[in-house]
């Protein structure tokens, strides 16, 4: 079985943010075979195409880019802030969608889940999202989506407790696994 390498990183910056329990969750309940690496995205500068040019680009920038482009798959876990995505999430997307069409995004896969403490549990924000992705020419995972409502029901001390939605969210990586190999052969 393939080995295959994931990066994820979480659209809130929160400390006890549930998205980023969540993608710690995630690290956990990755299947065999599967490495998920946390980013970090809070350091990251406002997109500025100035400093989007060859020697002027961030070092923590280029590592980011570099770390999405040497990845296997993407996994994406936000809050959805005002029925869309949050500024400092859409900010490191941008970041990594640069040069247009031959950045690390394009041709991605990329999975994405999201957390919130409502009854939709962020979906608006997923659809957002996966227009932003075509717009990249990524590869959004096709799934009917992996959302963990009423989040402070469901996880405790920042790990992700229940157990139905740790099932699901484990069946969620294991079929982007699947998908994964099946594209790649
Ligand atoms: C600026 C802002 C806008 C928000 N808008 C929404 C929203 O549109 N839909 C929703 O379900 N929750 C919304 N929330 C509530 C978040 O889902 C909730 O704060 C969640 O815990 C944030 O994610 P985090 O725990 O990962 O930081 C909003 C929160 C903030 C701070």
């Avoid at 599967?34 to 680009?57: F, K, N, S």
């Avoid at 990524?138 to 939605?165: I, Q």
Wanted: hydrophobic share 40%.
């Amino acid at each position: 079985m393939r080995e295959l390498k994931l990066v994820g990183f979480a659209g809130s910056l929160r400390e006890k943010s549930y998205n980023r329990a969540l993608l710690r969750t995630m690290v956990e309940l990755a299947p065999l075979g599967v490495t998920l690496d946390v980013l970090t995205i809070g350091d990251l500068p406002h997109y500025d195409g100035d400093l989007d040019q060859d020697g002027e680009r961030p070092a923590n920038v280029d590592a980011f880019k570099a770390a999405i482009a040497a990845s296997d798959g993407v996994v994406l876990v936000t809050p959805e802030y005002n029925h869309s995505l949050p500024g400092v999430f859409k900010n490191a997307i941008d970041w990594a969608s640069r040069p247009g069409y031959r950045a690390p995004f394009t041709d991605k896969p990329v999975a994405f889940a999201t957390a919130s403490a409502g009854p939709i549990g962020g979906m608006r924000a997923q659809m957002h999202l996966e227009n932003v992705l075509l717009g990249l020419k990524a590869r959004p995972f096709p799934h009917p989506g992996c959302a963990v409502t009423f989040a402070p029901s469901k996880f405790d001390e920042g790990v992700l407790t229940d157990e139905d939605t740790r099932d699901f969210v484990a069946g969620y990586l294991a079929e982007f696994a699947d998908w994964l190999r099946e594209r790649r052969g």
